[in-house]
């Protein structure tokens, strides 16, 4: 089999969880990083069926989206398993895995989107050593019609981004619960904790985000499972916009 290839963005959330999932496997694989927006004609050139990250070349298959994934892997490498073989702890983790990739993962793009387009300086700090083709501070200074592009395509407007920030301490919640059912941060992780946690660390690199989630179970695993997350994102969501977070806080 010739080396995988992964296809993603830098400081991409899922991109994370298909590298987590690939070392977890033993897999060594070539990282190709993709710039958004431009990175949909780049999967198209590539022909892959859709035009999303991740995106990875392995075994001769071309497989898009963490959830597709993470089952190829399971077939071509089983082992260490992604899934439990217990049917109901399994269980539990496809729908917690679901959740992670339906209804975590988006909103946290959409609020960093926005940020970016009230300052694009922190993204720089989001590149880490991703290799882009170009100067990073370039790629920065240059990044406005790249971001307004990513937000048109993320719907990441003042009402949707409020909307996100109101639901923030109930999914916050409910990703607590998977901790305390054990679906969670055990010792050898599955493919809910690689689908929640990168979610999770995305949010922990936002000023306005991180009070909200220090303190809780949630935290304790993330921080277990991905020690480091590039990135950086200062305050710089109205405050009247956080007061579900607050409201929300542990303590």
Request: charged content about 20%; proline content about 10%; overall charge negative.
């Amino acid at each position: 089999m010739s080396q995988p290839t992964l296809f993603t963005l830098p400081g991409s959330h899922p991109g994370f969880t298909a590298a987590l999932m690939l070392r977890q496997k033993g897999i060594e694989y070539r990282r190709v990083d993709l710039l958004p927006v431009i990175s949909k004609a780049a999967l198209r050139a590539l022909r892959f069926p859709g035009v999303t990250v991740p995106a990875l070349k392995i075994g001769g298959e071309k497989l898009q989206g963490s959830i597709e994934i993470a089952r190829a892997l399971d077939r071509l490498v089983p082992e260490p398993p992604l899934l439990p073989a217990d049917p109901a702890l399994r269980e539990a983790v496809l729908e917690a895995e679901s959740w992670g990739d339906s209804e975590l993962q988006h909103p946290l793009r959409q609020i960093i989107w926005w940020l970016f387009k009230q300052d694009s300086a922190p993204m720089e700090s989001y590149l880490g050593d991703s290799k882009i083709g170009v100067p990073k501070g370039i790629a920065v200074k240059t990044a406005a019609p790249m971001v307004a592009a990513s937000v048109h395509f993320n719907k990441a407007g003042d009402e949707n981004v409020r909307a996100a920030l109101a639901a923030l301490p109930g999914q916050l919640d409910r990703a607590d619960s998977y901790v305390a059912s054990g679906v969670i941060g055990n010792d050898e992780p599955n493919a809910a904790d690689f689908q929640i946690i990168p979610s999770i660390r995305l949010a922990m690199t936002m000023d306005d985000l991180l009070p909200a989630i220090e303190g809780r179970p949630i935290h304790e695993v993330a921080l277990k499972l991905m020690p480091e997350y590039a990135g950086h994102m200062p305050a710089g969501l109205p405050a009247e916009w956080l007061a579900p977070l607050r409201a929300g806080r542990p303590g």
